[in-house]
């Protein structure tokens, strides 16, 4: 079965400094990942995702993640955060059949002025 | 344009009430889904249907019925509501299923559902 884990359950960094929110996963056969970004009260809002090609993957908001195949990561980055960057963080990835995502447990990203 | 809307965003009721949440896309997508987000963030697939027809149905009480009348409307009627009932509902979409792993998932905005 495919899980995925984002062992921080809360990252504090500074506006200006580089971000990183952790992602592991496991699956069997080549893996989909997805990152999205939940702001209060509000859905989840699709950032980037990895299917294949280059493992440095470019998304929305100055977002990017890298993957890495031998340490079945792929983590969020971002060079200079904002404090409107701050909100929760769900890593995600695509079942074997292709009908469901596998949510991690969410990371709260605060981003302090 | 909202791509994909779900009504109520919030709904209070009392417990035993029967309540329904209606979600509808705009993007043309031939699959929906209904997560639960529960008091922890957690997310969860309750259901998915692709064309109209059931094909993910997860451990949900059969209180819960999904019901697509067409592939762009994806409602959620919940019968006899509990307590533990309280969480947010998220209505999604996507292209295809199946073969086409690659492709994104679309949210709603959620419904805030509180039983009291």
């Known amino acids: 079965a495919q899980s995925v884990a984002q062992p921080e359950d809360q990252v504090n960094v500074a506006e200006g400094n580089p971000l990183t929110v952790k992602c592991t996963y496991s699956?069997?056969?080549?893996?989909?990942l997805f990152w999205y970004v939940q702001y209060p009260n509000r859905g989840l809002q699709f950032l980037l995702k990895?299917?294949?090609?280059?493992?440095l993957v470019k998304g929305s908001y100055g977002f990017e993640a890298e993957f890495n195949k031998s340490q079945t990561s792929f983590h969020l980055k971002k060079p200079s955060a904002l404090v409107s960057d701050s909100a929760l963080y769900f890593c995600?990835?695509?079942?074997?059949?292709?009908?469901?995502?596998?949510f991690g447990p969410g990371t709260r990203l605060s981003v302090l002025p | 344009d909202t791509a994909v809307s779900q009504t109520p965003k919030y709904l209070v009721t009392q417990m035993g009430n029967d309540k329904s949440i209606k979600c509808e896309q705009n993007?043309?997508?031939?699959?929906m889904y209904w997560y639960k987000q529960d008091s922890k963030k957690f997310l969860k697939i309750m259901f998915s249907?692709?064309?109209?027809?059931?094909?993910i149905n997860e451990t949900v009480p059969n209180r819960f019925s999904p019901k697509s009348p067409d592939k762009a409307h994806l409602n959620l009627h919940i019968n006899s509501l509990e307590l533990g009932d309280s969480a947010v509902y998220f209505c999604?979409?996507?292209?295809?299923?199946?073969?086409?792993?690659?492709?994104?998932?679309?949210f709603g905005e959620g419904s805030w559902l509180t039983v009291v």
């Open positions: 995600a990835v695509r079942d074997t059949r292709g009908q469901n995502f596998v």
């Open positions: 699956v069997s056969g080549n893996p989909y």
């Open positions: 990895y299917i294949t090609g280059d493992n």
């Open positions: 999604a979409s996507s292209r295809g299923t199946g073969g086409t792993r690659g492709n994104t998932i679309y």
């Open positions: 993007l043309g997508h031939d699959t």
């Open positions: 249907y692709n064309n109209k027809e059931l094909i």
